[in-house]
Structure formats: C-alpha cells, structure tokens
C-alpha cells in the first residue's frame, strides 16, 4: 500500500512561484503514473498535470501550460509540481495521486492513490 504526502504549498502573490512536492511511503512509484489535481470549494477535482513512468510522458491541463512543470525522481519517490508566474485562478487544495493508468478525471476510482492535499492560496 503506497501512502502520497504532499507539501509545498502557502500562501502567495501572483506572479510568485511554488513547487509542490509528494513523497510516497510504503511502496515504490517507479512503475506508476503520477497525477496533480486541485480542487475549489463546491467543484470536482480538476486535472493539472500528469506524468507517465515510462518516457517520462508529460500532459498538462491548458490553461498551466508553459508556466507549470511536472517531474519525478524515482530514487527519492517524490514528484514535483514547479509552478510559475501563479495567477488567482490557480488558487486551491492540489492533491497528488498515482496508479497504473493515466487519467484526467479526478474521481477517487480514477487512480488507485491519492494524497490528502496542501493548499495553494495566490492573492492578486
């Protein structure tokens, strides 16, 4: 059973930059996908980010791409959300999640682990 934590985030203004980490426990990511969500009060969790194990494969939700990046080191188990020139839109609870398969969708059945979140708050 892998356990997903993630940290990193706060408290920012616009146009600053974050990195998020998530650090597995219990297991190995090195044969897993790795995903970032974020979620807004009252709405579904919404894809931002994915990135395969093979390749490394990446994909990004339209609107982060060219300004964040993901990453991954097998070696520390942890994968990275560089985000820059943060906009207020991009403000909420980002989880981190991994399995055996990719997908967009930020149901809990969608991937097989999910951490509990950190907060991402950009003030304009």
């Known amino acids: 059973q892998v356990q997903l934590v993630e940290s990193g985030g706060g408290l920012v203004q616009a146009g600053d930059s974050l990195r998020l980490s998530c650090t597995a426990s219990?297991?190995?990511?090195?044969?897993?996908?790795m995903g970032w969500f974020r979620q807004v009060p009252g709405n579904d969790r919404e894809f931002v980010a994915a990135?395969?194990?093979?390749?490394?494969?990446?994909r990004y939700l339209d609107s982060v791409k060219g300004r964040f990046t993901i990453s991954r080191d097998n070696s520390k188990k942890t994968c990275y959300l560089q985000m820059d020139d943060l906009k207020s839109e991009d403000t909420g609870v980002y989880f981190c999640?991994?399995?055996?398969?990719?997908?967009?969708?930020?149901?809990?059945?969608?991937?097989?682990?999910w951490g509990q979140g950190t907060q991402v708050t950009v003030s304009s």
């Open positions: 990135i395969t194990w093979f390749g490394p494969d990446t």
């Open positions: 219990g297991g190995s990511i090195s044969r897993l996908h």
């Open positions: 999640a991994a399995g055996p398969f990719t997908s967009r969708s930020g149901c809990d059945n969608a991937w097989l682990y």
